[in-house]
């Protein structure tokens, strides 16, 4: 396991301090890379926490290899990957809309794979009309928790 915390960018930090929809990479039993969607929040610029389904080949994943990486899309060109070690801070997130525990990564190292000139569209959620309003309070109080989250 990698000791030593490398930090993020400010810019980085400040996307993904309130909390911001991200791709969680692991590496699968048959040792292909998989890929699933979470929410992720930065607690400081070498640590952020994400969360991860119960009963999900992510979580196999996560508790067999004890790392992982995020792929981080948001708006201004911001495309990074940061990876590190994991570890398991907590085993159900009340606020989550399905059972999941919490997760923190310790930033080993990171990439801007932004490209000049181009701008990807973020990563984000769109709830249907109907749940909108719900959904979003459910996903300001799963971010509030994962920050005071066990650690």
């Not at 990564?105 to 909108?132: N, T």
Request: glycine letters at 8%; hydrophobic letters at 45%.
């Amino acid at each position: 396991m990698i000791s030593e915390r490398c930090p993020i960018p400010d810019r980085l930090f400040e996307y993904l301090a309130p909390g911001a929809f991200a791709a969680l990479l692991t590496v699968g039993e048959d040792r292909y890379a998989h890929v699933a969607y979470v929410w992720a929040v930065a607690l400081d610029p070498a640590s952020l926490r994400f969360c991860a389904d119960h009963g999900s080949s992510t979580l196999a994943n996560l508790e067999r290899d004890g790392r992982a990486a995020l792929q981080i899309i948001g708006s201004g060109n911001l495309v990074f990957v940061i990876k590190g070690p994991v570890r398991k801070l907590a085993e159900r997130l009340a606020a989550a809309p399905m059972p999941a525990g919490l997760w923190e990564l310790s930033v080993a190292s990171f990439k801007d794979q932004s490209w000049p000139g181009v701008s990807l569209s973020p990563v984000s959620l769109v709830w249907p009309e109907a749940r909108r309003e719900s959904m979003g309070a459910m996903e300001r109080a799963l971010y509030a928790e994962m920050r005071s989250g066990a650690g």
